[in-house]
């Protein structure tokens, strides 16, 4: 498919985020977040849900995670321009709660597999458990899975930890950066390796 016409594509999907009411996390949002980047993304980045910050611009990963995710990509030369940024729930969840099983099952259904089409990029990084879960299945723990590359359905996951969790907690970060440094070196291999 042409350039232009994924791109209008996803566009098109972002546009039914914005007006979607498909759960219950509709009532609560100030703006849904459909996610950013372009529609020919190599990779796209996954996390959790909107924060207070994202809510408030619409868009993904803007808060200190993001800032901090930032600096976690530059370090390994990944330009933001390859990548596609989104959330598995695109509405903010109350107090910053957990995404509910249901409201994951409705917008992972409805939005993310869509744009996943579309965009159809060599790897999903999924960022933390939820991403991690809803992806991989239940079974799926981060703290097992973190830094390895994991396949499901024709498609190439990599595990890491949320950046968030990393502002909290030191050892996270530690890892966080031992994984990026693992997805750099996994990022400049060829694209037919495996
Ligand atoms: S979280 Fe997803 S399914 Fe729920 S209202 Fe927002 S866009 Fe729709």
Redesign the pocket.
Known sequence: MAIEDSSEQLENLASG?RR????R??ES?RL?VPGEGPANAEIVLLGEGPGGKEDATGRPFVGPAGRYLDKLLQSQGISRNRLFITNC???RPPENRTPRRD?LK??TS??LERQLELISPRTVVLLGQVAARQMLGDTATVSELHGTVQERDGRRYFVTYHPAAALRFDWIAATLREDFEVLGKLLAQPTDSP
């Open positions: 985020i979607c009411i498909a759960c996390l509709h949002r849904a729930v695109k509405c409201e409705t917008c409805t939005w």
